[in-house]
């Protein structure tokens, strides 16, 4: 059986929503920036902020990827991690409704979109089969 291209669309969607990650997670650094430098934090501690903010966003959006191409290599406990991983972005964008900004909430509704495409009944078929039975 070939791959399903919901699975294929649920894939890009996933690197999508990775790429928005990491983009989102250098703009919370660079955001944070002149908050700690107008409390007086060193300068040491604003680059520190930064560089850590873009690397928990880097990570996160390298394990959406990777999850994703398991997926694709008919992992489904990859997909069930990836739409874990998902549901907590989700919420967490909900519970801060007020204040996230429209990119927050695109790359939520991507996520979406994924998640949906990786559970219809194409790509429920391709991944419910073990590689090497068909």
């Known amino acids: 059986m070939n791959r399903p291209n919901t699975l294929t669309a649920a894939f ?10 990491v983009g989102l997670g250098i703009l919370v650094a660079l955001a944070a ?3 700690l430098q107008r409390a007086d934090a060193s300068t040491s501690t604003v680059v520190l902020v930064i560089v850590a903010f873009t690397a928990a966003a880097a990570v996160l959006s390298v394990a959406r990827v990777v999850f994703a191409w398991l997926m694709l290599g008919r992992r489904n406990w990859a997909r069930i991690v990836i739409t874990i991983l998902a549901v907590i972005e989700i ?9 996230v900004g429209w990119l927050v909430w695109v790359n939520a509704i991507i ?20 590689a090497g039975t068909e």
């Not at 919420?91 to 204040?99: L, M, N, Y």
């Not at 996520?111 to 419910?128: C, E, G, K, R, T």
């Open 12 to 21: 890009w969607l996933w690197v999508v929503n990775a790429l928005i990650g």
């Open 33 to 35: 920036a002149p908050t």
């Open 91 to 99: 919420v967490a964008t909900i519970a801060q409704a007020s204040t």
């Open 111 to 130: 996520a979406v979109f994924a998640i949906v495409f990786q559970y219809l009944p194409p790509s429920n078929a391709y991944l419910s089969r073990r």
